[in-house]
């Protein structure tokens, strides 16, 4: 059998994997994508000649719950997604390499791929005192992002520290952390932020390219709509409770066991945007509301600081018809968030924090009285 | 003539960390361990409300990604005294026991075989004898011979394309690689299975927790996913089910495949249990309470030390006996401080970027030196493994010298890097066998009409203390964990992590004594200084998660003013 020049689908096929599942998921990745239930076939030419794309995954400032979330891709099999479907040149939690082994590999892939790797970064970037707050190979995380994005067709910041500087940009940001967008120019950026991403709008994203060559729309903090588009709230399996009024007041209360809404515990759905609701996690199986916790926010700019403390509700009047009011000073948070980070960059935050902790107190002492 | 080899990054890991090694000889005679990233977490933590804390410290870490979660709970439990209720010890320790079996198992294959497995070498098998060879070992389903070579087809098309993605570059073809080509086949075929097996037994996390990595269900005081068999939003019968399946697909692949692997191929790496000895003191706090008293008491995995390797005395832990020294890190120095009084601050004195080499003789890593009673500690499986034998816990005995008896050799041979990896697998099973049971138990428990899994009572801040302190243990799969915590005002005052990497990644501490990476590496042999394949075993038996060792603590006031310079 000539299996060199097999496409994915034989490959799998090789090993047990149907034409149906592999059908099944071309669909699903259509689905993540918002394409109509129709360009599935398409996906799935796509995907069957191998044209994977080298990938350079770049770690920095991060926890590798990115690299994790990549291990439990469930559409493609992760297995699948790291040998198949995508070249994983270089990614530190992986690669057999190790030491100057690794750092060649990478220089290799950068030479060959130039103006056509997908460079991927994990985790923030310190800049404070000259980088030296994460060093790989002797050399700063500011120093290696920049010489990988220089080569890069385009740039694709995970999880929110990559994204906005996610934990360590927080109040008081130690090392001067910064997210990919505010270092990064001349090379197109993605920003699929979560706590961690969810890999399945990694895949997404990454079959999109393959389809149409080209970046899917983003909203304004660069992020894909096909994920980000809606807020939690808009979707959200208890959203029915919330119309009515009906909510969770004490944790494993009745209203807890029979899954009303969890606005007043400290749910940050109202002003998140993700697909969480529709996607779901591992496999489509749960996502955080569903097992009972508040959404606390993760793919917002100014994560944490804006949303914490996470157990304080939303600064709003529960209620029936609430939903507009709510919007607007979800809107409001957000639009404070984002201006300080244009202007002011890692001292935003700082002052971020006070401006929204401000917001919250006076709406909340109204609330109170 | 001495050669000083760098290995930075080490791959495989979480997180950074650089190894600079001095060989002569063909030897390893001295070694020097650095973390070469910084987040300031801890830092962060301060002024925060103490309830947020497990969130933003479950983040140290995205590996193990429950283990400061509760380490952080437990500590604010502690410090306010709350009392957790049964179905939340239950949940608890089915999502712990679920984490060591995965991570265990990642560790493994993805993060440790290729250390002892040549891919490439697999390329030359015979699948009709790696057939023979798998059902020699156990009666695993994926065992024919056509199946073999499927995987030798798919690794054959992979390498001719030229374009070996993580596996490229790597030293293949290292003399020290030991295993015939059959044998690394089978390795190969299970390191892919390996990848589907961790995502679906991992779906514990997601039915208890919501998601995984970073399950969102933690709560102080006890778990944020209630209990009740006539709801279609809680723990009903339909959930418990759905993770006895993943328990299953667990079990069997850690006694057919995981254990078996282990057995197979230790007998062609036995020089091993001769190389990474350490001081021989191991630590354990104990985990998985195992009866209705409530975490501390009654531990399934006993808490105890060991001392230079002495098996006949297992002696308690004391939490007052912990320091953490930064002679040799960079931070403002302070002397060796317990947790709940250390006070320093970053302070970077290395080389400029890029740089070739650490200068050792100073401060060289962005870790600290935990000590206790001024002693260095292993922490870990092996650590575990070691307590709980010596303290008689049945189970791990007869797990423990089942393994030793089919090896035909004694438990010295566990002090070393092979131990190491023996042990995480016995712990593995181990664990795997044990998970059912709490699982029932808090079955059991539901169906006595106890649906709590909240102390709602110490829920509010203002019923807590203005002052108060506490500590939070977990034995996370890599080892002895402990959260630090004290609160003023319903505020977190000081936070303080010492986890298991920094006891075992640590550089040497104020008297110049080596921590755990450092004493292993010495002695070792390296075939090829330009591919120090040797000092990834070793390293990598420790499982290394860096970012989670590496935290600071400080004066607030220091923060703000330093803030605003910016
Ligand atoms: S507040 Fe939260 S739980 Fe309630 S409907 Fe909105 S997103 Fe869902």
Redo the contacts between chains.
């Keep these: 059998?000539e299996?060199?020049f097999?496409g994915l689908r034989e490959?799998l096929e090789?090993?047990g994997v149907s034409r149906r599942d592999f059908l099944k998921f071309c669909t699903a990745v259509s689905a993540t994508l918002a394409l109509p239930p129709a360009m599935a076939p398409k996906v799935a030419e796509a995907l069957e000649d191998?044209n994977?794309p080298?990938v350079i995954w770049l770690?920095?400032?991060?926890?590798?719950?990115?690299?994790?979330?990549l291990?439990?891709?469930?559409r493609p099999?992760?297995?699948d997604l790291?040998?198949d479907v995508?070249?994983?040149?270089y990614?530190?939690?992986?690669?057999?390499?190790?030491?100057?082994?690794?750092?060649?590999?990478k220089h290799?892939s950068m030479e060959k791929n130039k103006g056509k790797y997908v460079l991927i970064v994990e985790g923030s970037i310190?800049v404070?005192?000259?980088?030296?707050?994460?060093?790989?190979?002797?050399?700063?995380a500011v120093?290696h992002l920049k010489k990988a994005a220089a080569g890069a067709a385009m740039v694709i910041a995970v999880g929110n520290c990559a994204s906005f500087g996610?934990?360590?940009a927080?109040?008081?940001?130690?090392?001067?952390?910064k997210g990919v967008a505010d270092l990064v120019r001349g090379v197109p950026v993605v920003n699929l932020p979560g706590?961690?991403m969810n890999c399945d709008n990694l895949t997404a994203l990454i079959v999109h390219y393959l389809i149409f060559g080209t970046l899917p729309a983003l909203d304004n903090q660069l992020r894909p709509k096909f994920a980000h588009g809606k807020r939690i709230h808009d979707n959200c399996e208890r959203r029915g409770h919330f119309d009515a009024g009906q909510y969770v007041e004490?944790?494993?209360d009745e209203a807890?066991?029979?899954?009303w809404c969890l606005y007043k515990m400290g749910c940050k759905g109202p002003q998140t945007w993700h697909n969480c609701p529709t996607l779901r996690?591992?496999?489509g199986?749960?996502?955080?509301?569903?097992?009972?916790?508040g959404c606390?926010g993760c793919s917002e700019p100014g994560f944490?600081d804006t949303m914490?403390?996470?157990?304080?509700r939303l600064p709003e009047v529960p209620g029936f018809g609430v939903e507009s009011s709510a919007t607007s000073i979800g809107l409001k948070l957000v639009g404070v968030a984002t201006a300080f980070f244009a202007v002011h960059g890692?001292?935003s935050v700082?002052r971020n924090r006070g401006a929204v902790k401000k917001v919250e107190e006076e709406y909340y002492e109204k609330e109170e009285k | 003539m001495a050669d000083r080899i760098v290995v930075d990054p080490i791959t495989r890991i979480e997180g950074h960390l650089r190894i600079e090694a001095k060989v002569e000889n063909g030897v390893i005679t001295d070694a020097w361990s650095s973390s070469t990233m910084f987040r300031g977490i801890e830092k962060i933590l301060q002024g925060r409300d103490p309830r947020d804390a497990w969130y933003i410290t479950q983040r140290f870490c995205g590996v193990c990604t429950t283990v400061h979660s509760i380490a952080s709970i437990r500590a604010v439990e502690n410090a306010v005294g709350m009392k957790v209720p049964f179905n939340a010890e239950m949940i608890r320790n089915v999502i712990m026991g679920m984490q060591y079996v995965q991570d265990h198992v990642i560790h493994f294959y993805h993060l440790h075989a290729l250390d002892w497995v040549d891919i490439v070498s697999a390329l030359s098998a015979d699948p009709v004898k790696t057939a023979a060879l798998q059902e020699s070992i156990s009666d695993w389903k994926y065992s024919s011979a056509d199946y073999f070579r499927g995987i030798q087809e798919r690794l054959a098309a992979f390498a001719k394309t030229g374009r070996l993605g993580p596996f490229g570059n790597a030293y293949w073809g290292h003399p020290a690689y030991k295993l015939p080509p059959e044998a690394n086949l089978m390795a190969a075929s299970h390191y892919l299975q390996a990848l589907e097996v961790q995502k679906e037994i991992i779906k514990v996390h997601a039915i208890l927790g919501s998601k995984n990595p970073h399950p969102q269900t933690f709560l102080t005081g006890g778990m944020s996913i209630p209990c009740d068999p006539n709801s279609q939003n809680a723990i009903n019968a339909d959930k418990i089910a759905m993770i006895m399946e993943c328990n299953k697909i667990a079990k069997e692949f850690v006694e057919k495949v995981y254990v078996p692997d282990i057995i197979a191929v230790a007998p062609f790496y036995l020089d091993w249990a001769a190389i990474g000895k350490t001081s021989g003191n191991y630590m354990s706090y104990g985990e998985f309470p195992d009866g209705r008293e409530g975490y501390p008491n009654n531990l399934w995995l006993p808490a105890g030390i060991i001392k230079n390797g002495d098996l006949s005395t297992v002696h308690p832990v004391d939490h007052t006996k912990i320091t953490e020294d930064v002679v040799h890190s960079w931070y403002k120095d302070t002397g060796p401080r317990h947790p709940w009084e250390g006070a320093t601050d970053q302070k970077y004195t290395g080389p400029k970027p890029p740089y070739e080499f650490l200068d050792v003789e100073q401060k060289y890593s962005f870790v600290k030196s935990p000590r206790y009673e001024g002693a260095p500690m292993e922490v870990g499986p092996l650590s575990r493994m070691l307590v709980a034998y010596a303290s008689g816990h049945k189970e791990v005995q007869d797990a423990v010298n089942y393994v030793l008896t089919t090896l035909g050799v004694g438990p010295e041979v566990l002090f070393s890097t092979l131990g190491r990896t023996a042990a995480r697998a016995v712990e593995t099973l181990v664990v795997a066998g044990k998970m059912e049971t709490w699982l029932m138990a808090l079955a059991a428990n539901i169906n006595t009409g106890d649906y709590a899994i909240q102390d709602n009572s110490k829920w509010d801040p203002t019923t807590w203390p203005v002052q108060a302190q506490g500590y939070g243990w977990h034995e996370a799969p890599r080892g002895a964990l402990g959260h630090w915590i004290v609160i003023q005002n319903k505020e977190i005052k000081n936070y303080q992590a010492v986890v298991p990497s920094t006891w075992n990644a640590a550089p040497r501490d104020d008297k110049g004594v080596r921590s755990p990476y450092e004493e292993a590496l010495i002695g070792t042999p390296i075939a090829d200084p330009e591919r120090p394949l040797e000092i990834l075993r070793t390293i990598h038996s420790y499982d290394p998660c860096l970012a989670c060792a590496v935290h600071v603590y400080d004066e607030k006031n220091e923060l703000k003013s330093k803030v605003q310079i910016l």
């Design positions: 059998m299996v060199l097999m490959k090789l090993l191998d994977r080298p770690e920095f400032q991060s926890c590798s719950g990115d690299s994790e979330s291990l439990r891709s469930g099999k992760a297995g790291v040998l995508i070249s994983l040149d990614a530190e939690v992986l690669m057999a390499a190790a030491g100057h082994y690794a750092e060649q590999a290799d310190p404070d005192e000259d980088g030296i707050y994460c060093c790989i190979a002797g050399d700063t120093n996610g934990i360590p927080a109040y008081p940001n130690p090392t001067g952390a706590c961690p004490k944790w494993g807890h066991r029979q899954g996690w591992n496999d199986l749960s996502w955080p509301v569903m097992a009972g916790h606390v944490i914490s403390p996470f157990y304080r890692v001292v700082i």
